[in-house]
């Protein structure tokens, strides 16, 4: 038995060590990553419930990494905040979604309310009261207009927050961009300050759709959840939608739009476009 154990401290200190490195690795490279142009975003349509139609897509950052292969944000986010890189790549992904949408416009003849591009907003550009002024660019430099443009925003990033970050998204909703709250019911509660926030939607986190199985009591939560951003007049997005048992029982519950692997995955801009745009 002390031989197992050993055995297995022996396995878990290589474990260790095998994941510093990875990271070790990965802290070498991500510095020059953008300049390298290997960071890539990604697209998640969200399904309208009455039309079935795509109405909205959200962005998804990944790092096309040489020898790691294509990697999600979970493995390089954190170390990207950490090292104060996240400011650079979330501007960087806003740019490069902004862009993809005026392509997509003029491509395929969209109108302004037809297709929202979704970008999410880390805590650190949240802070930055350069914000405004950073996303006002993005729209300039792309010709794109306001209203196409969502900023997700997380409760935990807002909830502790002076009060010049609800100033902050009071500035970017005056000049017609829209704000989803994202993750809502995980973390801190933040319905008691729900109404502070000029949002115009709310997405259910997926955890409340994954428990999601008939008559459980967890399901009472996820009703009563939409029910409230319902009764806000929010807009709600259900999030992780992979069976067609939870699309049913999101749009029987009024849902507005339906975003999960039961539609499709994260898939690139090519494979977004032919899936979705192509006529
Ligand atoms: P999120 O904003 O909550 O994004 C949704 C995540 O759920 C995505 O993971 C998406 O691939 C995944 N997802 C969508 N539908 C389903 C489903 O049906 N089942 C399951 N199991 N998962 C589903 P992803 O792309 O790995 O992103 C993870 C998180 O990384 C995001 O969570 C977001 O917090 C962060 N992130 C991604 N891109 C960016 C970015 O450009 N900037 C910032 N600040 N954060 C980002
Ligand atoms: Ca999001
Ligand atoms: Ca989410
Ligand atoms: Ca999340």
Redesign the pocket.
Known sequence: AKQTGRNKVCLYNHLLHQETQRKNLLEQDIHQALSLNQFVV?Y?PQICTQTQKVKGV????RWQHPTEGLL???SF?ELAEELNL?GN??QW?LHTASHQLKHWQRQYHLNDDELTMS????TFQLQDINLLNLVSDVLTSCDLSPSCLEL?ITESSIIHSPENIVGRLIELTQKGIKLSL??FGTGYSSIKHLHLFPINSLKVD?SFIAAYEQKRSQDKVLEAMIKFAKYLGLSVIA????TAEQLAFCQAQGCDLI????YS??ISAHDFESQYLVK
Do not use: M, R
């Not at 975003?259 to 039961?262: A, E, K, R």
């Open positions: 990604h998640q959200e962005a998804l950052v999600k944000p979970y986010l996240i790549i979330g992904v970008v999410n907003l880390s997700e994202d993750d997926k999030e992780g939608v992979e975003q999960g692997y039961f995955k994260p």
